[in-house]
C-alpha cells in the first residue's frame, strides 16, 4: 500500500479507499466521536473551499494524525455534498477535488501519472526514447478541453491511433476525467439520515448559499443584460456555465459574441464565465478579445437561428412562440425589451 502522504493527497484512489475500510472508524464514531472532530471539520472546509474558490484546499499535512484526518475528510466530504441534494454544489465540489488533485500532479513523476491513469481508464503509456507519454485517441478526446487551439487534434502528433502529450498535459486529462467520474457518482447516491442529522446546520448553510447564488446569477442583470429577456438558446447556454457545466466551443462563440452585439464590455462577459470547470482568466480573456474585436481587427457576428440549429445549440424543446417569429437571437432579445416597454 502506498505511504499516508500520497492518499492523504489522493484520497480518490482505490487504495484510499482500501486503508478507510482496514483502517478506519466506524461510521458512528466518524459523524459523532470526539477523536474525529477535525475529519469532519475539514470535510465542510472541503466543500466551503471547493463553492468559493474552485479548490478544496491545502492543509497541514505534518504528522501522522493529519494525513489521517485529511484521508477520513474526503468521504464526509462527498457525503455531505449528496446531503445538500443540490446538482451545482456537487459539480462545485467535483471541480474542486479534481483541480486539488491537479495541482498535486503537476509535482508527481512520469510513473505515478500513469499509474493515476490507469485507475481512471484511461489509456497511456510512457514513450522512454521521447521522454513523453501517449494517450489513445479516444481517451484523448474524452477528456481535452479541445475547444483551445493548443488541444485541437490538427495540432497534436498522432501515431498508431495514440496522440503524443507532455506530463503537464496528462495531468489536465486527469483532471476532466476525475471531475466527471465524481460527478457521476454523487449523482447515483442517496442521502444518508445519519449525516443529515450530523450536519443539518451545515446542509441547510450550503443550500442556502447555492440558493443566493442562483438568485443572484438567474434573476439580477449583469451590467446592461436582462437574464429574463434572453433567448431559450442563450439562457441554456449561461445555465449550463455558471452550473459549472462543460460547454462547447461553438457555446461559448455563440454567448460571447451575442453579449459583445449587446455592448457588453470584456469585463462583464467574464464574469459569465468564471464558474466555467476550466476557467483560466487568461486564457478566457484572450479568446473574448479574439471574438470580440479587442485585440484584433476583426469581430465575430452572433449566429442566427439557423446556425444555432446546425451547431446543435438551439433547445428546439425549450422554443417559445417568439421563438418561431424570429430569425435572430438578438431579435428575440429586443423583441422582448420592446414587448416590455409597450406595457408601461
Known sequence: MRDLLTLAKYPFLDEAKQYITENGP??????????YERARTIGIE????????????DR???????????????????MIS????????MRRYALGEAYHAFKNLLNEQPLFLLEVSEELNINVEFVENKRNIKVFFKDYLRNAPTRYKKWKMVNRDMENGYVHISTRDLARLILESLRRRIEEELAT???????????????????????????????MPLGKLSIEKLPPCMKDILKAI????????MGRFALVSFLNS??????????????????????TRYQVDHITGTSSSKSYKSPGCEKMRTYGICPVDKMDDLCREIYHPISYYSAKWRREKKKK
Open 26 to 35: 466506524s461510521i458512528t464514531d466518524l459523524l459523532e466521536g470526539l477523536l
Open 46 to 57: 472541503r466543500l466551503d473551499n471547493a463553492l468559493k474558490n474552485g479548490d478544496v484546499g
Open 60 to 78: 497541514s499535512l505534518a504528522t501522522k494524525s493529519d494525513l489521517m484526518m485529511e484521508i477520513f475528510s474526503y468521504p464526509l466530504a462527498r
Open 82 to 89: 449528496v446531503g445538500v441534494g443540490d446538482i451545482y454544489l
Open 189 to 219: 447516491k442517496k442521502s444518508s439520515k445519519a449525516i443529515e442529522k450530523a450536519f443539518s446546520s451545515d446542509i441547510k448553510r450550503f443550500q442556502n448559499m447555492v440558493k443566493k447564488h442562483k438568485k443572484k446569477t438567474e434573476a
Open 242 to 249: 455558471q452550473a459549472g457545466e462543460n460547454v462547447p466551443h
Open 262 to 283: 449587446l455592448q457588453l464590455n470584456t469585463e462583464e462577459i467574464l464574469k459569465l464565465f468564471s464558474n466555467a470547470p476550466d476557467y483560466q482568466e487568461e486564457r
